[in-house]
């Protein structure tokens, strides 16, 4: 059992504050599910390290279910992740359709054409991201949006500087975004895609509802300043200050406290 404190945050937020990495990705693990249970929209779905143990948890969790009751959870399954790489297709182990499919689509069985993504080898960047934008919107918008909080307050790939009208587009990295990601790329920064796809800030605060998850001492710093700071362009993370449901489920690392 996740022991987990609420708060409520002076931005606006509720706070679900958990002892570790291990006891936010339960946590989220079960709002994933909540939400599937009573699924009207799409997921919004993210990628990075800080996702991979709360795809694991919602696996574990979904492996104890009866398999009647699993195919029922799983049938309606349809989500859109936040972004992809540019100029990598899905066969490359980078990218964000090889980590959906690893994570996700594999472990669960998922029908791969329910889990959406930009087609990071489109000769038009610019048309594959109006696409995908229209494809969204299409399928009624976003439910519950996951997003991970980059070091630099960047939600999905909105890098700093970056308003709350953003819509779906090409963005180009800056160097802390491709050192934040080299893990997947033999650790070397250079070898990241320079651009992507990502959703804006424009769709992501269109959804019903957020989950930021915030894990590990890394993120202390710009946890505090989103949950301190006015919004402004120079954190995009700040932006969601305006959403009317907005849930930050954040380890005590990450809010630099100790054990409680």
């Known amino acids: ?5 609420h708060r409520r945050t002076s931005a606006g ?27 009207r929209q799409p997921l919004g779905l993210a990628t990075g390290r800080t996702m991979e143990p709360v795809y694991r948890a919602l696996v574990d969790e979904l492996a104890g279910w009866s398999s009647p009751a699993r ?15 540019m100029g990598i297709g899905p066969g490359h182990p980078g990218s964000f359709a090889a980590y959906m499919a690893h994570h996700l689509v594999d472990p669960l069985g998922l029908d791969p054409a329910r889990v959406c993504l930009p087609d990071g080898l489109a000769a038009d960047l610019a048309a594959e ?47 802390t975004t491709r050192a934040q990601n080299a893990a997947a790329f033999g ?8 651009q992507a796809i990502t959703l804006g800030l424009a769709e992501i605060r ?23 700071e006015p919004p402004s362009p120079a954190l995009p993370a700040s932006w969601l200050q305006g959403h009317p449901a907005v849930t930050v ?3 005590r690392a990450a809010l630099q406290e100790g054990p409680g």
């Open 13 to 39: 937020f509720a706070l679900l504050v958990v002892p570790d990495t291990t006891s936010a990705a339960l946590q989220v693990a079960q709002l994933l599910v909540d939400e599937l249970q009573q699924q």
């Open 1 to 5: 059992m996740v022991v987990v404190d």
């Open 187 to 194: 650790g070397d920064p250079a070898a990241v895609p320079a």
């Open 249 to 251: 489920v954040a380890d």
């Open 129 to 175: 991201a109006l696409r995908y934008s229209r494809a969204l919107a299409a399928a009624g918008g976003i439910g519950l949006q996951l997003l991970g909080l980059g070091l630099n307050g960047h939600v999905g790939f909105n890098e700093p500087p970056c308003g709350p009208e953003a819509g779906t587009r090409v963005v180009d990295f800056c160097p």
């Open 206 to 228: 269109a959804a019903s509802r957020i989950v930021l998850v915030v894990t590990g001492a890394a993120k202390a710093p710009v946890l505090t300043r989103l949950l301190q």
């Open 71 to 85: 195919a029922r959870l799983l049938g309606s399954w349809q989500s859109f992740n936040l972004d992809e790489y």
